[in-house]
Protein backbone atom coordinates (compact mmCIF):
# COMPACT_ATOMS: atom_id res chain seq x y z
CA UNK A 1 0.00 0.00 0.00
CA UNK A 2 1.44 3.50 -0.67
CA UNK A 3 1.78 6.39 1.60
CA UNK A 4 -0.94 7.83 0.17
CA UNK A 5 -3.34 5.28 -0.27
CA UNK A 6 -2.66 4.67 3.80
CA UNK A 7 -3.12 8.23 4.62
CA UNK A 8 -6.47 8.36 3.14
CA UNK A 9 -8.04 5.69 5.39
CA UNK A 10 -9.80 6.59 8.63
CA UNK A 11 -8.85 4.87 11.84
CA UNK A 12 -12.22 2.93 11.88
CA UNK A 13 -12.07 1.60 8.18
CA UNK A 14 -8.62 0.36 8.81
CA UNK A 15 -10.03 -2.77 10.55
CA UNK A 16 -11.35 -3.80 6.91
CA UNK A 17 -7.89 -4.16 5.39
CA UNK A 18 -5.78 -7.24 5.66
CA UNK A 19 -2.57 -8.60 4.02
CA UNK A 20 -3.07 -10.14 0.63
CA UNK A 21 -0.77 -13.08 1.78
CA UNK A 22 0.01 -13.41 -2.11
CA UNK A 23 1.53 -17.10 -0.74
CA UNK A 24 -2.04 -18.62 0.10
CA UNK A 25 -3.26 -18.68 -3.82
CA UNK A 26 -2.89 -21.97 -5.64
CA UNK A 27 -1.10 -23.18 -8.79
CA UNK A 28 -4.96 -23.97 -9.07
CA UNK A 29 -6.29 -20.60 -8.10
CA UNK A 30 -3.32 -19.04 -10.54
CA UNK A 31 -4.68 -21.68 -13.53
CA UNK A 32 -8.29 -20.30 -12.65
CA UNK A 33 -7.17 -17.03 -12.92
CA UNK A 34 -5.53 -17.46 -16.15
CA UNK A 35 -8.70 -19.08 -18.20
CA UNK A 36 -10.88 -16.35 -16.58
CA UNK A 37 -9.06 -13.63 -17.84
CA UNK A 38 -7.66 -15.19 -21.36
CA UNK A 39 -11.42 -15.48 -22.25
CA UNK A 40 -12.81 -12.23 -20.61
CA UNK A 41 -9.68 -10.29 -22.53
CA UNK A 42 -10.35 -12.15 -25.76
CA UNK A 43 -14.65 -11.24 -26.08
CA UNK A 44 -14.08 -7.74 -23.84
CA UNK A 45 -11.90 -6.59 -26.40
CA UNK A 46 -14.78 -6.21 -29.02
CA UNK A 47 -17.57 -5.83 -26.83
CA UNK A 48 -16.78 -4.29 -23.70
CA UNK A 49 -16.36 -0.12 -23.08
CA UNK A 50 -13.07 1.21 -25.14
CA UNK A 51 -11.43 2.02 -21.38
CA UNK A 52 -11.34 -1.37 -20.70
CA UNK A 53 -8.50 -2.92 -22.15
CA UNK A 54 -5.83 -0.08 -21.91
CA UNK A 55 -7.53 0.17 -18.47
CA UNK A 56 -6.12 -3.28 -17.69
CA UNK A 57 -2.49 -2.54 -18.72
CA UNK A 58 -2.61 0.83 -16.81
CA UNK A 59 -3.55 -0.87 -13.74
CA UNK A 60 -1.11 -3.62 -13.92
CA UNK A 61 -3.54 -6.58 -14.44
CA UNK A 62 -1.54 -9.43 -16.00
CA UNK A 63 -3.23 -12.60 -17.85
CA UNK A 64 -1.09 -14.49 -16.43
CA UNK A 65 -0.82 -14.43 -12.42
CA UNK A 66 -3.08 -13.07 -9.68
CA UNK A 67 -2.37 -9.33 -9.27
CA UNK A 68 -1.15 -7.84 -6.28
CA UNK A 69 -3.22 -5.41 -4.72
CA UNK A 70 -0.13 -3.33 -3.68
CA UNK A 71 0.75 -3.26 -7.40
CA UNK A 72 -2.61 -2.40 -8.40
CA UNK A 73 -2.68 0.61 -5.96
CA UNK A 74 0.58 2.10 -7.15
CA UNK A 75 -0.75 2.30 -10.74
CA UNK A 76 -4.07 3.97 -9.20
CA UNK A 77 -2.12 6.32 -7.72
CA UNK A 78 -1.54 8.11 -11.20
CA UNK A 79 -5.37 8.34 -12.07
CA UNK A 80 -5.67 9.38 -8.31
CA UNK A 81 -6.87 6.34 -6.78
CA UNK A 82 -5.57 3.81 -4.58
CA UNK A 83 -6.82 -0.01 -3.93
CA UNK A 84 -6.54 -1.41 -0.21
CA UNK A 85 -7.05 -5.74 -0.05
CA UNK A 86 -10.07 -6.89 2.00
CA UNK A 87 -11.65 -9.81 3.10
CA UNK A 88 -14.75 -10.94 1.29
CA UNK A 89 -17.64 -8.85 1.52
CA UNK A 90 -17.46 -5.48 3.75
CA UNK A 91 -20.55 -3.64 4.86
CA UNK A 92 -21.87 -1.39 2.25
CA UNK A 93 -21.64 1.54 4.90
CA UNK A 94 -17.57 0.73 4.85
CA UNK A 95 -17.58 0.17 1.25
CA UNK A 96 -18.88 3.15 -0.08
CA UNK A 97 -16.94 5.63 2.59
CA UNK A 98 -13.55 3.91 0.99
CA UNK A 99 -14.89 4.29 -2.25
CA UNK A 100 -15.57 8.18 -1.61
CA UNK A 101 -12.38 8.53 -0.90
CA UNK A 102 -10.64 7.19 -3.60
CA UNK A 103 -9.85 3.73 -2.43
CA UNK A 104 -10.83 0.77 -4.43
CA UNK A 105 -11.59 -2.44 -2.04
CA UNK A 106 -10.11 -5.55 -3.43
CA UNK A 107 -11.64 -8.78 -1.99
CA UNK A 108 -8.56 -10.67 -2.03
CA UNK A 109 -9.88 -14.11 -2.47
CA UNK A 110 -9.94 -16.01 -5.43
CA UNK A 111 -12.83 -18.10 -6.95
CA UNK A 112 -12.91 -21.27 -6.62
CA UNK A 113 -13.23 -24.01 -10.46
CA UNK A 114 -16.67 -24.78 -9.22
CA UNK A 115 -17.56 -21.22 -9.51
CA UNK A 116 -15.25 -20.28 -12.38
CA UNK A 117 -18.14 -17.74 -14.97
CA UNK A 118 -19.88 -16.44 -11.61
CA UNK A 119 -19.74 -15.95 -7.94
CA UNK A 120 -21.91 -14.54 -5.38
CA UNK A 121 -18.97 -13.84 -3.15
CA UNK A 122 -16.87 -10.61 -3.99
CA UNK A 123 -13.38 -12.02 -5.13
CA UNK A 124 -9.95 -10.69 -6.67
CA UNK A 125 -11.43 -11.26 -10.21
CA UNK A 126 -14.43 -9.21 -9.78
CA UNK A 127 -13.11 -6.68 -7.76
CA UNK A 128 -9.83 -6.10 -9.32
CA UNK A 129 -10.59 -7.46 -13.16
CA UNK A 130 -13.92 -5.95 -13.36
CA UNK A 131 -13.79 -2.44 -11.32
CA UNK A 132 -10.10 -1.36 -11.64
CA UNK A 133 -9.56 -0.72 -15.21
CA UNK A 134 -12.40 1.44 -16.23
CA UNK A 135 -11.15 3.69 -13.08
CA UNK A 136 -8.53 4.83 -15.89
CA UNK A 137 -11.75 6.80 -17.53
CA UNK A 138 -11.21 9.99 -15.46
CA UNK A 139 -15.61 10.88 -16.10
CA UNK A 140 -16.47 7.66 -14.48
CA UNK A 141 -13.62 7.67 -11.58
CA UNK A 142 -15.63 10.51 -10.69
CA UNK A 143 -19.05 9.65 -10.86
CA UNK A 144 -17.98 5.98 -8.64
CA UNK A 145 -16.28 8.73 -6.26
CA UNK A 146 -19.60 10.59 -6.27
CA UNK A 147 -21.20 7.65 -5.66
CA UNK A 148 -19.45 6.37 -2.26
CA UNK A 149 -20.11 10.12 -1.49
CA UNK A 150 -24.13 9.57 -1.58
CA UNK A 151 -24.41 6.19 -0.95
CA UNK A 152 -22.69 6.55 2.76
CA UNK A 153 -24.84 9.05 3.86
CA UNK A 154 -27.67 6.79 2.89
CA UNK A 155 -29.86 5.70 5.34
CA UNK A 156 -29.56 1.53 6.10
CA UNK A 157 -32.48 0.09 7.86
CA UNK A 158 -32.22 -3.12 9.73
CA UNK A 159 -33.35 -5.10 7.11
CA UNK A 160 -30.68 -3.89 4.76
CA UNK A 161 -28.13 -5.49 7.85
CA UNK A 162 -30.15 -8.53 7.66
CA UNK A 163 -30.30 -9.03 4.31
CA UNK A 164 -26.21 -8.08 3.73
CA UNK A 165 -25.82 -10.84 6.27
CA UNK A 166 -28.34 -13.35 4.73
CA UNK A 167 -26.02 -12.58 1.34
CA UNK A 168 -22.45 -13.04 2.94
CA UNK A 169 -23.41 -15.93 4.96
CA UNK A 170 -24.79 -17.88 1.33
CA UNK A 171 -22.04 -16.54 -0.87
CA UNK A 172 -19.27 -18.16 2.06
CA UNK A 173 -21.00 -21.22 2.24
CA UNK A 174 -21.73 -21.76 -1.90
CA UNK A 175 -18.11 -21.08 -2.32
CA UNK A 176 -17.05 -23.38 0.53
CA UNK A 177 -16.54 -26.92 -1.42
CA UNK A 178 -17.30 -28.47 2.11
CA UNK A 179 -20.85 -27.23 2.01
CA UNK A 180 -23.31 -29.76 1.67
CA UNK A 181 -26.47 -29.15 -0.34
CA UNK A 182 -28.97 -29.08 2.53
CA UNK A 183 -26.62 -25.92 4.21
CA UNK A 184 -26.73 -24.14 0.78
CA UNK A 185 -30.51 -24.56 0.17
CA UNK A 186 -30.92 -23.53 4.25
CA UNK A 187 -29.11 -20.19 3.62
CA UNK A 188 -31.15 -19.79 0.24
CA UNK A 189 -34.37 -20.01 1.78
CA UNK A 190 -33.36 -17.33 4.19
CA UNK A 191 -32.39 -14.56 2.07
CA UNK A 192 -35.73 -15.56 0.80
CA UNK A 193 -37.63 -14.92 3.52
CA UNK A 194 -35.28 -11.56 4.27
CA UNK A 195 -35.94 -10.18 1.06
CA UNK A 196 -39.94 -10.57 0.32
CA UNK A 197 -40.69 -9.16 3.58
CA UNK A 198 -38.73 -6.30 1.76
CA UNK A 199 -41.86 -4.23 0.99
CA UNK A 200 -40.54 -0.38 1.10
CA UNK A 201 -36.98 0.28 -0.21
CA UNK A 202 -34.98 2.18 1.97
CA UNK A 203 -32.35 4.61 0.66
CA UNK A 204 -29.52 2.40 0.83
CA UNK A 205 -31.71 0.25 -0.96
CA UNK A 206 -32.27 2.44 -3.66
CA UNK A 207 -28.41 3.59 -3.60
CA UNK A 208 -28.11 -0.45 -4.23
CA UNK A 209 -30.43 -0.52 -7.14
CA UNK A 210 -28.03 2.86 -8.68
CA UNK A 211 -25.41 0.66 -8.25
CA UNK A 212 -26.27 -2.78 -9.56
CA UNK A 213 -27.55 -1.02 -12.92
CA UNK A 214 -24.56 0.85 -13.35
CA UNK A 215 -21.33 0.23 -11.67
CA UNK A 216 -22.47 -3.52 -11.49
CA UNK A 217 -24.11 -3.93 -14.57
CA UNK A 218 -24.20 -1.21 -16.68
CA UNK A 219 -23.98 -0.90 -20.48
CA UNK A 220 -22.80 2.10 -22.23
CA UNK A 221 -23.68 3.66 -25.66
CA UNK A 222 -25.74 2.36 -28.63
CA UNK A 223 -29.13 1.27 -26.98
CA UNK A 224 -28.91 -1.74 -29.98
CA UNK A 225 -25.60 -2.23 -30.11
CA UNK A 226 -23.88 -1.28 -26.14
CA UNK A 227 -21.10 -1.86 -25.10
CA UNK A 228 -20.28 -3.12 -21.39
CA UNK A 229 -18.61 -1.13 -18.25
CA UNK A 230 -20.39 -2.63 -15.33
CA UNK A 231 -17.97 -4.97 -13.07
CA UNK A 232 -20.23 -7.74 -12.32
CA UNK A 233 -20.45 -8.29 -15.98
CA UNK A 234 -16.89 -7.54 -16.94
CA UNK A 235 -15.94 -10.61 -14.45
CA UNK A 236 -17.94 -13.29 -15.59
CA UNK A 237 -17.47 -15.39 -18.63
CA UNK A 238 -21.04 -16.49 -18.50
CA UNK A 239 -22.92 -13.02 -18.04
CA UNK A 240 -20.50 -10.81 -20.17
CA UNK A 241 -21.46 -13.10 -23.60
CA UNK A 242 -25.19 -13.23 -22.63
CA UNK A 243 -26.24 -9.85 -21.42
CA UNK A 244 -25.36 -8.89 -24.97
CA UNK A 245 -28.41 -11.44 -26.13
CA UNK A 246 -31.43 -9.67 -27.53
CA UNK A 247 -33.73 -11.57 -25.09
CA UNK A 248 -32.25 -9.51 -22.25
CA UNK A 249 -33.91 -6.39 -22.16
CA UNK A 250 -32.44 -3.18 -23.12
CA UNK A 251 -33.80 0.44 -21.33
CA UNK A 252 -32.53 3.74 -21.42
CA UNK A 253 -30.84 4.83 -18.43
CA UNK A 254 -32.73 7.12 -16.04
CA UNK A 255 -33.73 7.71 -12.54
CA UNK A 256 -36.01 5.08 -12.83
CA UNK A 257 -33.53 2.52 -12.49
CA UNK A 258 -34.12 2.36 -9.31
CA UNK A 259 -37.41 0.92 -9.31
CA UNK A 260 -35.83 -2.36 -10.68
CA UNK A 261 -34.76 -4.13 -7.89
CA UNK A 262 -32.54 -7.48 -8.41
CA UNK A 263 -31.83 -10.86 -7.58
CA UNK A 264 -28.23 -11.50 -7.29
CA UNK A 265 -28.79 -15.24 -7.79
CA UNK A 266 -30.10 -15.05 -10.99
CA UNK A 267 -29.64 -13.52 -14.43
CA UNK A 268 -30.56 -10.12 -14.92
CA UNK A 269 -33.94 -9.79 -17.32
CA UNK A 270 -32.84 -6.00 -18.27
CA UNK A 271 -30.10 -3.81 -17.98
CA UNK A 272 -29.91 -0.08 -18.71
CA UNK A 273 -27.64 1.55 -21.04
CA UNK A 274 -26.05 5.00 -20.21
CA UNK A 275 -25.71 7.58 -23.20
CA UNK A 276 -21.98 8.56 -21.60
CA UNK A 277 -20.03 8.38 -18.34
CA UNK A 278 -21.21 11.89 -17.94
CA UNK A 279 -25.17 10.92 -17.54
CA UNK A 280 -24.68 8.78 -14.73
CA UNK A 281 -23.32 11.37 -12.82
CA UNK A 282 -26.93 13.30 -13.97
CA UNK A 283 -28.95 10.43 -12.19
CA UNK A 284 -27.41 9.93 -9.46
CA UNK A 285 -27.39 13.47 -8.79
CA UNK A 286 -31.16 13.92 -9.35
CA UNK A 287 -31.10 10.31 -6.98
CA UNK A 288 -29.54 12.10 -4.21
CA UNK A 289 -32.04 14.83 -3.95
CA UNK A 290 -34.28 12.72 -3.04
CA UNK A 291 -32.48 11.01 0.19
CA UNK A 292 -33.16 12.11 3.33
CA UNK A 293 -29.46 13.92 4.06
CA UNK A 294 -30.59 16.29 1.30
CA UNK A 295 -34.25 16.67 2.50
CA UNK A 296 -34.18 16.50 5.98
CA UNK A 297 -37.39 18.19 8.48
CA UNK A 298 -39.44 15.55 9.10
CA UNK A 299 -39.09 13.37 5.79
CA UNK A 300 -35.57 12.77 6.94
CA UNK A 301 -37.16 11.57 10.56
CA UNK A 302 -39.60 9.73 9.39
CA UNK A 303 -36.94 7.62 7.41
CA UNK A 304 -34.87 7.33 10.24
CA UNK A 305 -38.02 6.20 12.76
CA UNK A 306 -38.54 3.29 9.73
CA UNK A 307 -34.83 2.26 9.85
CA UNK A 308 -34.30 1.21 13.46
CA UNK A 309 -30.88 1.92 13.00
CA UNK A 310 -28.04 4.33 14.27
CA UNK A 311 -28.78 7.80 12.39
CA UNK A 312 -27.30 11.47 11.93
CA UNK A 313 -30.17 14.18 12.83
CA UNK A 314 -28.26 17.51 12.15
CA UNK A 315 -29.80 20.77 13.12
CA UNK A 316 -29.19 24.56 11.37
CA UNK A 317 -27.02 25.25 14.39
CA UNK A 318 -24.56 22.37 12.67
CA UNK A 319 -25.27 19.96 15.88
CA UNK A 320 -25.11 16.70 14.98
CA UNK A 321 -27.16 13.96 17.41
CA UNK A 322 -26.47 10.42 16.17
CA UNK A 323 -28.22 7.64 17.77
CA UNK A 324 -31.36 5.37 17.56
CA UNK A 325 -34.01 7.77 17.19
CA UNK A 326 -37.15 5.86 18.66
CA UNK A 327 -39.74 9.42 18.51
CA UNK A 328 -40.37 12.84 17.57
CA UNK A 329 -42.80 15.12 18.24
CA UNK A 330 -44.42 17.71 15.83
CA UNK A 331 -45.68 21.18 17.19
CA UNK A 332 -49.22 20.89 17.45
CA UNK A 333 -50.12 24.39 15.75
CA UNK A 334 -47.32 23.67 12.98
CA UNK A 335 -48.18 19.97 11.66
CA UNK A 336 -44.86 20.06 9.28
CA UNK A 337 -42.39 21.13 12.05
CA UNK A 338 -40.03 18.98 14.41
CA UNK A 339 -40.65 20.29 17.72
CA UNK A 340 -38.73 17.71 19.75
CA UNK A 341 -36.41 14.88 18.89
CA UNK A 342 -36.02 11.36 21.41
CA UNK A 343 -33.45 8.83 20.76
CA UNK A 344 -33.24 5.38 22.47
CA UNK A 345 -29.71 4.13 23.95
CA UNK A 346 -25.94 5.15 23.28
CA UNK A 347 -26.03 8.63 21.50
CA UNK A 348 -23.81 11.29 20.39
CA UNK A 349 -23.35 14.31 20.23
CA UNK A 350 -21.04 16.31 17.51
CA UNK A 351 -20.08 18.97 15.12
CA UNK A 352 -18.71 18.60 11.75
CA UNK A 353 -18.26 15.01 12.18
CA UNK A 354 -16.18 15.35 15.38
CA UNK A 355 -17.69 14.01 18.51
CA UNK A 356 -18.12 17.07 21.17
CA UNK A 357 -15.89 16.88 24.01
CA UNK A 358 -17.88 14.95 27.37
CA UNK A 359 -20.97 14.60 24.77
CA UNK A 360 -20.22 11.12 23.32
CA UNK A 361 -22.39 7.85 23.48
CA UNK A 362 -20.56 7.12 27.77
CA UNK A 363 -22.68 10.06 29.05
CA UNK A 364 -25.94 9.86 26.74
CA UNK A 365 -25.63 5.62 27.56
CA UNK A 366 -29.75 5.53 27.96
CA UNK A 367 -30.95 7.48 25.31
CA UNK A 368 -30.96 11.65 24.59
CA UNK A 369 -33.88 14.04 23.94
CA UNK A 370 -34.03 17.50 22.80
CA UNK A 371 -36.23 20.33 21.38
CA UNK A 372 -35.90 22.08 18.46
CA UNK A 373 -37.21 24.73 16.99
CA UNK A 374 -37.85 28.82 17.63
CA UNK A 375 -38.29 30.36 20.69
CA UNK A 376 -41.66 32.18 21.42
CA UNK A 377 -41.52 35.49 20.35
CA UNK A 378 -38.04 35.19 18.77
CA UNK A 379 -37.75 36.27 14.91
CA UNK A 380 -34.50 34.30 14.89
CA UNK A 381 -32.39 30.68 16.03
CA UNK A 382 -31.31 30.43 19.30
CA UNK A 383 -27.79 29.27 18.07
CA UNK A 384 -27.47 33.01 16.65
CA UNK A 385 -27.41 34.40 20.50
CA UNK A 386 -24.43 35.64 21.81
CA UNK A 387 -23.63 35.38 25.56
CA UNK A 388 -25.17 38.98 26.24
CA UNK A 389 -28.81 38.28 23.65
CA UNK A 390 -28.52 34.95 26.38
CA UNK A 391 -28.32 37.79 29.65
CA UNK A 392 -31.50 39.67 27.82
CA UNK A 393 -33.99 36.61 28.13
CA UNK A 394 -32.26 36.05 31.69
CA UNK A 395 -29.82 33.18 30.48
CA UNK A 396 -27.41 33.40 33.13
CA UNK A 397 -24.82 30.18 33.75
CA UNK A 398 -25.32 29.75 37.87
CA UNK A 399 -28.96 31.02 37.71
CA UNK A 400 -32.09 29.75 37.53
CA UNK A 401 -34.11 29.78 33.81
CA UNK A 402 -36.45 29.03 31.21
CA UNK A 403 -36.97 28.86 27.79
CA UNK A 404 -40.55 28.37 25.72
CA UNK A 405 -40.92 27.35 22.54
CA UNK A 406 -43.03 28.15 19.95
CA UNK A 407 -44.33 24.78 20.03
CA UNK A 408 -44.90 24.67 23.55
CA UNK A 409 -42.14 23.24 24.94
CA UNK A 410 -40.81 24.14 27.88
CA UNK A 411 -37.44 23.99 29.31
CA UNK A 412 -36.65 24.97 33.30
CA UNK A 413 -34.02 24.40 35.44
CA UNK A 414 -30.49 25.95 36.49
CA UNK A 415 -28.19 26.72 33.41
CA UNK A 416 -24.13 25.49 33.93
CA UNK A 417 -22.70 26.38 31.11
CA UNK A 418 -23.37 27.64 27.40
CA UNK A 419 -21.21 26.01 24.97
CA UNK A 420 -20.34 27.83 21.46
CA UNK A 421 -18.63 27.20 18.49
CA UNK A 422 -17.21 30.05 16.25
CA UNK A 423 -20.17 32.34 17.73
CA UNK A 424 -22.47 29.88 17.06
CA UNK A 425 -24.49 28.55 20.19
CA UNK A 426 -24.46 24.49 19.98
CA UNK A 427 -25.36 23.34 23.46
CA UNK A 428 -26.95 24.60 26.91
CA UNK A 429 -26.32 22.23 29.85
CA UNK A 430 -28.79 22.40 32.34
CA UNK A 431 -28.86 21.15 35.91
CA UNK A 432 -32.29 20.47 37.98
CA UNK A 433 -33.98 20.37 35.08
CA UNK A 434 -37.79 20.03 33.69
CA UNK A 435 -38.98 19.77 30.17
CA UNK A 436 -42.67 19.39 29.35
CA UNK A 437 -44.97 19.80 26.27
CA UNK A 438 -48.21 20.33 27.74
CA UNK A 439 -49.15 17.60 29.85
CA UNK A 440 -46.06 15.16 28.85
CA UNK A 441 -43.17 15.11 30.86
CA UNK A 442 -40.25 15.04 28.77
CA UNK A 443 -37.07 15.14 30.91
CA UNK A 444 -37.64 14.79 34.94
CA UNK A 445 -34.84 16.58 37.12
CA UNK A 446 -33.75 13.04 38.91
CA UNK A 447 -32.32 11.99 35.35
CA UNK A 448 -29.27 13.93 35.53
CA UNK A 449 -27.92 16.79 33.71
CA UNK A 450 -29.75 17.81 30.54
CA UNK A 451 -27.93 18.62 27.42
CA UNK A 452 -29.99 20.53 25.03
CA UNK A 453 -29.07 20.98 21.60
CA UNK A 454 -29.64 24.10 20.09
CA UNK A 455 -31.05 24.62 16.47
CA UNK A 456 -34.17 25.46 14.88
CA UNK A 457 -34.46 23.26 11.95
CA UNK A 458 -33.35 19.71 11.15
CA UNK A 459 -31.38 20.42 7.49
CA UNK A 460 -30.38 17.21 7.26
CA UNK A 461 -30.88 13.04 8.56
CA UNK A 462 -28.11 10.47 7.39
CA UNK A 463 -27.01 7.08 7.89
CA UNK A 464 -24.81 5.83 10.59
CA UNK A 465 -23.01 8.03 13.45
CA UNK A 466 -21.55 11.42 12.73
CA UNK A 467 -18.26 10.47 14.02
CA UNK A 468 -17.99 6.53 13.53
CA UNK A 469 -14.55 6.22 15.39
CA UNK A 470 -15.88 7.55 18.66
CA UNK A 471 -19.39 6.11 18.16
CA UNK A 472 -18.01 2.54 18.64
CA UNK A 473 -18.96 -0.37 16.57
CA UNK A 474 -22.39 -0.52 15.01
CA UNK A 475 -24.02 -2.96 13.66
CA UNK A 476 -23.70 -2.07 10.00
CA UNK A 477 -19.82 -2.00 10.47
CA UNK A 478 -19.31 -5.65 11.60
CA UNK A 479 -15.66 -6.58 10.24
CA UNK A 480 -15.85 -9.81 9.18
CA UNK A 481 -13.07 -12.31 7.77
CA UNK A 482 -13.21 -15.79 5.16
CA UNK A 483 -12.34 -18.57 6.62
CA UNK A 484 -8.37 -19.75 5.55
CA UNK A 485 -9.36 -22.85 3.41
CA UNK A 486 -7.83 -26.06 4.24
CA UNK A 487 -6.69 -28.68 1.47
CA UNK A 488 -6.62 -32.36 1.30
CA UNK A 489 -3.86 -34.85 0.23
CA UNK A 490 -5.82 -34.93 -3.11
CA UNK A 491 -6.24 -31.25 -3.57
CA UNK A 492 -2.48 -30.87 -3.08
CA UNK A 493 -1.38 -33.32 -5.39
CA UNK A 494 -3.54 -31.33 -8.01
CA UNK A 495 -2.00 -28.24 -7.53
CA UNK A 496 1.36 -29.42 -7.66
CA UNK A 497 0.11 -30.91 -11.10
CA UNK A 498 -0.90 -27.01 -12.14
CA UNK A 499 2.50 -25.57 -11.06
CA UNK A 500 4.19 -28.49 -13.47
CA UNK A 501 2.27 -27.19 -16.38
CA UNK A 502 3.26 -23.48 -15.34
CA UNK A 503 6.68 -24.47 -14.46
CA UNK A 504 6.80 -25.71 -17.93
CA UNK A 505 5.26 -22.74 -19.66
CA UNK A 506 7.65 -20.21 -18.05
CA UNK A 507 11.03 -22.21 -18.58
CA UNK A 508 10.19 -23.76 -22.23
CA UNK A 509 13.68 -23.96 -22.75
CA UNK A 510 14.36 -26.74 -19.91
CA UNK A 511 16.13 -29.61 -21.31
CA UNK A 512 13.95 -32.28 -23.05
CA UNK A 513 10.45 -30.45 -22.81
CA UNK A 514 8.85 -32.93 -25.00
CA UNK A 515 9.28 -35.38 -22.51
CA UNK A 516 8.59 -33.43 -19.50
CA UNK A 517 5.29 -33.13 -21.62
CA UNK A 518 4.74 -36.22 -22.20
CA UNK A 519 4.95 -37.18 -18.50
CA UNK A 520 1.96 -34.57 -17.33
CA UNK A 521 -0.28 -35.68 -20.38
CA UNK A 522 0.35 -39.36 -19.04
CA UNK A 523 -1.00 -38.10 -15.69
CA UNK A 524 -3.96 -36.30 -17.22
CA UNK A 525 -4.71 -39.18 -18.80
CA UNK A 526 -5.13 -41.07 -15.11
CA UNK A 527 -7.46 -38.28 -13.46
CA UNK A 528 -11.17 -38.10 -13.80
CA UNK A 529 -12.77 -37.77 -17.10
CA UNK A 530 -14.54 -34.61 -15.47
CA UNK A 531 -11.10 -33.21 -15.24
CA UNK A 532 -11.48 -30.45 -17.93
CA UNK A 533 -9.12 -27.53 -16.97
CA UNK A 534 -5.30 -29.35 -16.57
CA UNK A 535 -5.79 -30.82 -20.26
CA UNK A 536 -7.09 -27.16 -21.52
CA UNK A 537 -4.00 -25.69 -20.21
CA UNK A 538 -1.73 -29.11 -21.72
CA UNK A 539 -3.53 -27.93 -25.07
CA UNK A 540 -2.00 -24.55 -24.64
CA UNK A 541 1.26 -25.48 -23.30
CA UNK A 542 1.48 -27.91 -26.48
CA UNK A 543 0.69 -25.07 -29.12
CA UNK A 544 3.48 -22.65 -27.26
CA UNK A 545 5.87 -25.67 -27.65
CA UNK A 546 5.09 -26.29 -31.13
CA UNK A 547 4.93 -30.16 -30.29
CA UNK A 548 3.62 -32.79 -32.40
CA UNK A 549 0.09 -33.69 -33.69
CA UNK A 550 -0.36 -37.15 -32.45
CA UNK A 551 -0.47 -35.36 -28.39
CA UNK A 552 -2.69 -32.23 -28.90
CA UNK A 553 -5.30 -34.71 -30.98
CA UNK A 554 -5.38 -36.86 -27.88
CA UNK A 555 -6.10 -33.37 -25.62
CA UNK A 556 -8.64 -32.34 -28.11
CA UNK A 557 -10.54 -35.96 -27.82
CA UNK A 558 -10.57 -35.75 -24.38
CA UNK A 559 -11.77 -32.47 -24.11
CA UNK A 560 -14.94 -32.49 -26.46
CA UNK A 561 -17.18 -30.62 -24.79
CA UNK A 562 -20.27 -33.10 -24.90
CA UNK A 563 -18.38 -35.55 -23.40
CA UNK A 564 -19.00 -33.33 -18.96
CA UNK A 565 -22.20 -34.00 -17.84
CA UNK A 566 -22.59 -29.85 -16.22
CA UNK A 567 -23.98 -27.45 -18.77
CA UNK A 568 -21.50 -24.61 -17.33
CA UNK A 569 -17.70 -27.00 -17.51
CA UNK A 570 -19.50 -27.91 -21.60
CA UNK A 571 -19.39 -24.20 -22.13
CA UNK A 572 -16.52 -23.11 -20.60
CA UNK A 573 -14.92 -26.28 -22.67
CA UNK A 574 -16.24 -25.11 -25.72
CA UNK A 575 -14.87 -21.51 -25.12
CA UNK A 576 -11.52 -22.83 -24.24
CA UNK A 577 -11.42 -24.52 -27.27
CA UNK A 578 -12.35 -21.77 -29.16
CA UNK A 579 -9.44 -19.47 -28.04
CA UNK A 580 -6.91 -22.54 -28.34
CA UNK A 581 -8.11 -22.89 -32.23
CA UNK A 582 -7.49 -19.18 -32.83
CA UNK A 583 -3.22 -20.26 -32.54
CA UNK A 584 -3.92 -23.20 -34.64
Not at 65 to 74: A, K, L, Q, Y
Not at 513 to 529: G, S
Request: proline residues 5%.
Amino acid sequence: MTDTTHAKIPHHLRRYVIDQNYSRYTPEDQAVWRFIMRQLKDFLSRHAHEAYIDGLKKTGLSVERIPSIDEIDEHLEEFGWGAVPVSGFIPPAAFMELQSLGILPIASDMRSLNHLTYTPAPDIVHEAAGHAPILIHPEYAAYLRQYGDVAKHAIISKSDMDQYEAIRILSDIKEDPRSSRVEIERAERRLHEITSEMTDASEAALLSRMNWWTAEYGLIGDLENPRIFGAGLLSSVGESRTCLESRVKKIRLSIECIEYSYDITEPQPQLFVAHNFAQLKAVLDELAQKLAYKRGGLFGLRRAIEALTVNTVQFNSGVQISGVLKEYLVDPKEHDLPAYVVFAGPTQLALSGQEITDQGPSRHIHGYSTPVGMLANQTRCLSTFSRSDLEKINLRPGQRGKLLFKSGVRVEGLLKTQCYNEGTLTILTWTDCKVTLGDRLLFDPAWGEYDMAVGSQVTSVFGGPADRSRFGQTKDFVAQRVPARAFSSEQRKRHNFFQKIRDLRENPSVKDPQRRFDELANEFTLMDPEEWLPGMELLELSLMLGLGERRRSELLARLQPDQFQSTIVRQSVADGLALAHKKL
